[in-house]
């Protein structure tokens, strides 16, 4: 708890966010942050579809064939923020990686170290899956979101070009 | 004629799933493609080995897949991959983490029945896309990508960020 982080709640105390790992009962919970986080997106400036809803969650985010798992983060019991992930790889430095495939904090719930407090969960998850590092994307007009990993000592990737296809046009 | 063995005789390629004793053929064409990047500037370090790949690879949490390619039963390539997830599309992905075709094996459609297998496991998973990322350099790689339809990636900045700093 920095007097840094105090003032900036404007003389309130910070309160301590808790952290665990999603279920699927947190759909609906998941599902409205993460239409905040389109509607930001969308007043950014982005026009990717944003479909992601209660059955994608528990579809995709559950059972045997799961293609992501997260983390949900409350402050005063209330839902706060959320980091989804996957597991990858780095052939090249022959390095387990995280990739965080999205991340949220409600607008009023920053400034307690929520989006932090993720980060530093994430780390934690890394290191048990043998990962040495971090990855994830970043809607290039989103300055709010450089300006926190930035802060948190991340460094933009710069010499790849990111490709894609759809698989039907193969 | 293919006898199952991975030794069609007709000069053809045929694709498998890679397994642990593939560990000495996919290093040893790995080295080749570090070779490569090295000739066009890449400057990263390149730690790739057998141990890793069987570390990586296999045992009860892999961190990837992979197929490889074979010609008369000889290493001619192979694509590592794993899976991957859109949260804004909503859409199950595969991200190729590294495709290389050995030179002795070009001109053959190699890459292509790479591709190929890959798109099928893309429809077995219910993934949409295929992804991945290009050393700038490397033309050559962004020439074969960008001739198959693949497009690139704008307005998405990369980043990341060590567990550990030092």
Redesign the interface.
């Known amino acids: 708890m920095t007097d840094e982080r105090t003032q900036a709640a404007g003389g309130r105390p910070p309160l301590q966010p808790v952290i665990r790992p999603i279920a699927p009962d947190d759909a609906a919970d998941i599902i409205a942050m993460?239409q905040e986080f389109?509607a930001y997106?969308r007043s950014l400036g982005?026009r990717?579809?944003?479909?992601?809803?209660t059955k994608?969650f528990r579809d995709?985010g559950f059972g045997p064939?799961r293609?992501?798992d997260g983390v949900i983060a409350f402050v005063d019991r209330k839902p706060a923020g959320y980091l989804?992930f996957?597991?990858?790889?780095?052939?090249?430095?022959?390095?387990?990686?995280?990739?965080i495939?999205?991340l949220w904090v409600r607008e009023s719930m920053r400034r307690n170290g929520v989006g932090r407090a993720l980060m530093a969960e994430a780390?934690r998850i890394?290191?048990e899956?043998?990962?040495?590092?971090?990855?994830?994307?970043?809607?290039?007009?989103n300055r709010l979101a450089?300006n926190f990993?930035e802060g948190?000592?991340?460094?933009?990737?710069r010499?790849?070009?990111?490709?894609?296809?759809?698989?039907?046009?193969? | 004629m293919n006898d199952g063995s991975g030794k069609k005789s007709d000069g053809s390629p045929v694709i498998t799933s890679v397994t642990t004793a593939d560990a000495g053929d996919i290093v040893a064409m790995?080295r080749d493609y570090?070779a490569y990047?090295q000739s066009i500037g890449?400057p990263?370090?390149?730690?790739?080995?057998e141990d890793?790949f069987l570390a990586?690879g296999f045992g009860p949490?892999p961190?990837?897949e992979g197929i490889i390619a074979r010609i008369d039963g000889q290493p001619a390539g192979y694509l590592?991959y794993?899976?991957?997830?859109?949260?804004?599309?909503?859409?199950?992905?595969l991200?190729i983490?590294?495709l290389w075709v050995a030179a002795s094996a070009r001109r053959r459609g190699v890459g292509r029945a790479l591709?190929?297998r890959i798109?099928e496991i893309?429809?077995d998973?219910n993934?949409?896309?295929?992804?991945?990322?290009?050393?700038?350099?490397n033309v050559l790689a962004?020439d074969f990508?960008e001739g198959?339809?693949?497009?690139?990636?704008e307005?998405?900045?990369?980043?990341?960020?060590?567990?550990?700093?030092d």
């Open positions: 993460s389109a997106l982005d990717a579809p944003l479909n992601f809803d994608a995709a064939r293609a992501f989804l996957h597991t990858g790889y780095d052939v090249d430095r022959s390095m387990r990686l995280i990739f495939i999205d780390a890394a290191r899956f043998g990962a040495a590092e971090l990855v994830w994307c970043v809607f290039d007009p450089f990993y948190l000592g991340a460094e933009r990737i010499d790849l070009t990111w490709m894609s296809i759809p698989v039907e046009k193969l | 790995w570090v990047m890449d990263s370090l390149f730690l790739f080995d890793s990586d949490n961190a990837f590592l794993h899976h991957s997830y859109d949260i804004d599309r909503a859409m199950r992905l991200f983490g590294n591709i190929e798109r893309a429809r998973t993934a949409l896309h295929l992804v991945w990322g290009v050393y700038s350099e962004l990508y198959l339809g693949a497009a690139r990636t307005n998405l900045v990369w980043m990341h960020m060590p567990v550990d700093p």
